[in-house]
């Protein structure tokens, strides 16, 4: 953790163990209970842990494209932060993974969409393309890091086993010419996997978008435009955690002037995204309020005025919007600004999803449905549980342990000039 100071590891080490710790006995309730301290029910059937999951599933979709960017278009600017978003688009797609398979009620039975498929279901369609994304995601790892793998099993050491069963074998020449070749020669078998990667990672991540729209009974997700707002959403939030890990861990960027040039470009590119999915949310948000009709009106007040309205205005909008776009139109040049919009943007973009998923829910699809019938579970009303954010705070720890054991033992540092 370049750049904090020995306390601040030492409080850092112990916020995670404690989180990790909680996460666990959250872990055990959850196999142990099943779903039974979870506060949904049969009307709101969705909560924290899918929102947490589309969540994780854009922070991948982000961080990989802008590694595909990097390595198609051969962006040598980025160059160095190449391996790292891979890495962390691996990280975040498994964590986006193991929570859905908490929310499953028969997790268990997750291979049966291999197994006896429904080719009609678009959940089919997305698992399959999860899959093709996680094999195409350490398929270019292994390409990227192979040399390096090789030469670190060859070095020795106590890990050399370790290395030489992630390399699969590879032999790299130990001529530094011929290295360099390989990197090279790696690089440009990488290309078209990034490139075909592009419209993958688009088309499965636009897909969680299609999935909500496709529900045509939820009329606060049933719009042309929901996919589209996943996609950029993605973008925004995947582009903001690799401009905080950059800031975080200058070493990720090289030198000090390569490491600010490279947050100087970022914060650039995450500030622009930021502003078009704000101008899409308010295209969204303005037609129905502006006309005041339209199925879809009464979510979107619950939204902005409803119960939850904090949840809009405060998060994503102040912390995740305003105090972010300030910071990088006004202080581009500061590791300490963009490190803190990108936190910002990363963590509240949570928000977003809460939003997207909670409000078409509590929205009852039959007048007088909620007065009906009279039951705990038979409710409009949701709050995540303890519980809930146990389960997740479980993922989230887990993440980071992947995060920094990935970091310190992975050759995720690039050499500048490889692209060409």
């Known amino acids: 953790m370049s750049g904090i100071t020995k306390t601040g590891k030492s409080i850092f080490i112990l916020a995670w163990l404690a989180l990790l710790v909680w996460g666990i006995y959250g872990v055990f309730q959850r196999f142990t209970l099943g779903h039974r301290l979870a506060d949904y029910g049969s009307y709101v059937t969705w909560g924290l842990w899918v929102s947490s999951y589309i969540y994780f599933i854009g922070l991948s979709a982000g961080a990989f494209l ?23 688009a691996a990280i975040t797609l498994v964590m986006a993974l193991i ?12 291979y049966k969409v291999f197994t006896s498929p429904h080719f009609s279901s678009m959940m089919a369609w997305m698992v399959w393309l999860y899959t093709a994304y996680f094999i195409l995601i350490l398929t270019e790892l292994w390409l990227i890091l ?14 050399a086993g370790l290395y030489r069963v992630l390399s699969l074998g590879w032999n790299c020449p130990e001529d530094q010419e011929k290295q360099k070749q390989c990197h090279e020669n790696s690089i440009k078998l990488l290309r078209p996997l990034a490139a075909f990667g592009i419209p993958l990672a688009t088309a499965f991540h636009g897909g969680v978008g299609a999935l909500f729209a496709t529900v045509g009974a939820r009329a606060l997700w049933h719009t042309p435009l929901f996919p589209i707002l996943f996609l950029i959403g993605a973008l925004v939030s995947g582009g903001a955690l690799m401009l905080a890990l950059v800031a975080i861990f200058p070493d990720i960027g090289g030198s000090e002037q390569e ?11 995450v500030l622009g995204l930021i502003c078009v999915d704000l101008l899409l949310e308010f295209a969204e948000f303005f037609v129905p309020l502006w006309s005041g009709i339209g199925p879809e009106l009464a979510g979107l007040k619950e939204i902005l005025l409803g119960r939850f309205w904090y949840v809009f205005w405060i998060f994503h909008i102040g912390l995740g919007s305003v ?47 909620a007065e009906a019938f ?14 809930e954010w146990s389960v997740l705070a479980f993922v989230v720890a887990m993440g980071i342990g992947i995060f920094f054991i990935g970091k310190r033992i992975l050759p995720l540092e690039s050499t500048p000039g490889q692209l060409r």
């Open 259 to 269: 490491c600010k040039a490279i947050l100087s470009l970022l914060g650039k590119i």
């Open 323 to 369: 105090i972010p776009i300030a910071l990088l139109a006004f202080r581009p040049q500061s590791r300490i600004a963009a490190g803190l919009a990108g936190v910002l943007i990363a963590v509240t973009y949570l928000a977003v999803r809460l939003n997207m998923v909670i409000p078409g829910l509590i929205t009852p699809e039959l007048k007088g449905v």
């Open 374 to 387: 009279v039951q705990p579970r038979l409710t409009f009303t949701y709050i995540p549980s303890a519980f």
């Open 146 to 159: 192979r040399c390096d793998l090789d030469r670190l099993a060859r070095e020795g050491g106590a890990l």
């Open 99 to 110: 929570t859905i398979f908490f929310d499953l009620g028969h997790e268990w039975r997750f």
């Open 66 to 88: 802008l590694s595909a960017l990097i390595y198609v278009f051969r962006l040598e600017r980025l160059e160095r932060i190449g391996k790292t978003a891979l890495f962390t």
